[in-house]
């Protein structure tokens, strides 16, 4: 019973195959050899699943469904694994199973060269998002002076297609190498919204709540990323309020197929959704923002080049 309701919390939050980590590792890492071989272990599944409208379910998988949760696709993973979506509403996530059905896998699978192959399965087989999701978001909207005659010349009916959406952890060190590669970004007038989520460390909820709740979250979160000083802790403590706040950037995270930190999304140059998780190289910023690339003057930054 305690598997079930284990399962069925994650689910509801969208954790489930969240990675603990903010390594640089991306589904695109994936050899073109590899993605036919998924392509084709796809394709043998789609066939067997026209066959029939059930699944045949391992023990190990029907023991931890519950009424609400079901199975909405089946598919072939590597080593022999069988891959499952399972589905609340409009929350999905994947699980694994082994050969003989006796063993069920949650979490993040890495392959032998530690490319993340459920960053992959996530893209192939989860359905895409709304970019408009991320509206809901609570984020902190880093503006610059530029970015706000934009806003006011484009109206009230101005377009959000042009954001560029990040995930971060506080203690994410990545992240803040991200924040310094895109500050110049910023500054050329891109506007950029941070999603604060909370699972690297046991404080990282604490400084998520104090940027929340920051009466200036733009200057807390330039003291964060910059590491300059301390967030206080929010004297009424973490309210329900942010905890509903973080639960929801932490489900937007998962419905994107993001894993780990930083995570971004974005629009690309034909409105084409597009997102990347993990520090990319540098010259990715420049898609991200629809801007020229612009030149990265801090050395910390030199070995993402």
Same mark, same amino acid.
């Given at each position: 019973?305690?598997?079930?309701?284990?399962?069925?919390?994650?689910?509801?939050? %969208?954790?489930?195959?969240?990675?603990?980590?903010?390594?640089?590792?991306?589904?695109?890492?994936?050899?073109?050899?590899?993605?036919?071989?998924?392509?084709?272990?796809?394709?043998?599944?789609?066939?067997?699943?026209?066959?029939?409208?059930?699944?045949?379910?391992?023990?190990?998988?029907?023991?931890?469904?519950?009424?609400?949760?079901?199975?909405?696709?089946?598919?072939?993973?590597?080593?022999?694994?069988?891959?499952? +979506?399972?589905?609340?509403?409009?929350?999905?996530?994947?699980?694994?199973?082994?050969?003989?059905?006796?063993?069920?896998?949650? %979490?993040?699978?890495?392959?032998?060269?530690?490319?993340?192959?459920?960053?992959?399965?996530?893209? &192939?087989?989860?359905?895409?998002?709304?970019?408009?999701?991320?509206?809901?978001?609570?984020?902190?909207?880093?503006?610059?002076?530029?970015?706000? &005659?934009?806003?006011?010349?484009?109206?009230?009916?101005?377009?959000?297609?042009?954001?560029?959406?990040?995930?971060?952890?506080?203690?994410?060190?990545?992240?803040?190498?991200?924040?310094?590669?895109?500050? +110049?970004?910023?500054?050329?007038?891109?506007?950029?919204?941070?999603?604060?989520?909370?699972?690297?460390?046991?404080?990282? &909820?604490?400084?998520?709540?104090?940027?929340?709740?920051?009466?200036?979250?733009?200057?807390?979160?330039?003291?964060?990323?910059?590491?300059?000083?301390?967030?206080?802790?929010?004297?009424? %403590?973490?309210?329900?309020?942010?905890?509903?706040?973080?639960?929801?950037?932490?489900?937007?995270?998962?419905?994107?197929?993001?894993?780990?930190?930083?995570?971004? +999304?974005?629009?690309?140059?034909?409105?084409?959704?597009?997102?990347?998780?993990?520090?990319?190289?540098?010259?990715?910023?420049?898609?991200?923002?629809?801007?020229?690339?612009?030149?990265?003057?801090?050395?910390?930054?030199?070995?993402?080049?």
């Amino acid at each position: 019973m305690f598997y079930k309701t284990t399962l069925f919390w994650l689910l509801t939050l %969208g954790l489930v195959s969240m990675t603990p980590a903010y390594a640089n590792i991306s589904a695109d890492t994936l050899t073109e050899e590899q993605d036919k071989q998924a392509l084709s272990v796809d394709q043998s599944a789609e066939a067997e699943q026209n066959q029939s409208s059930t699944y045949r379910l391992p023990d190990a998988l029907k023991r931890i469904l519950v009424p609400g949760i079901s199975v909405s696709q089946q598919f072939s993973a590597q080593s022999g694994l069988t891959g499952w +979506v399972l589905s609340r509403e409009d929350n999905h996530t994947l699980v694994y199973t082994t050969a003989d059905g006796k063993t069920l896998i949650t %979490g993040t699978l890495l392959d032998h060269k530690g490319n993340n192959l459920s960053e992959f399965y996530t893209k &192939r087989y989860l359905p895409e998002a709304d970019f408009a999701l991320l509206a809901q978001a609570y984020s902190i909207a880093q503006k610059s002076e530029l970015q706000e &005659r934009k806003a006011k010349s484009q109206g009230a009916g101005g377009s959000d297609n042009s954001v560029l959406y990040v995930f971060f952890d506080p203690n994410c060190p990545y992240c803040q190498f991200a924040w310094q590669a895109l500050e +110049v970004y910023q500054q050329q007038g891109a506007e950029i919204r941070w999603i604060p989520v909370a699972y690297l460390q046991p404080d990282s &909820r604490i400084k998520a709540t104090a940027l929340l709740q920051s009466e200036q979250p733009e200057h807390s979160l330039r003291a964060v990323m910059m590491q300059q000083e301390i967030l206080p802790i929010p004297e009424e %403590g973490i309210g329900i309020e942010s905890e509903q706040a973080l639960s929801f950037n932490m489900q937007l995270m998962k419905r994107f197929a993001l894993q780990g930190t930083p995570a971004f +999304v974005w629009l690309d140059s034909e409105q084409q959704l597009q997102s990347y998780s993990g520090m990319p190289k540098l010259a990715t910023f420049a898609e991200m923002t629809g801007q020229k690339e612009q030149p990265q003057k801090a050395p910390e930054l030199a070995r993402f080049r």
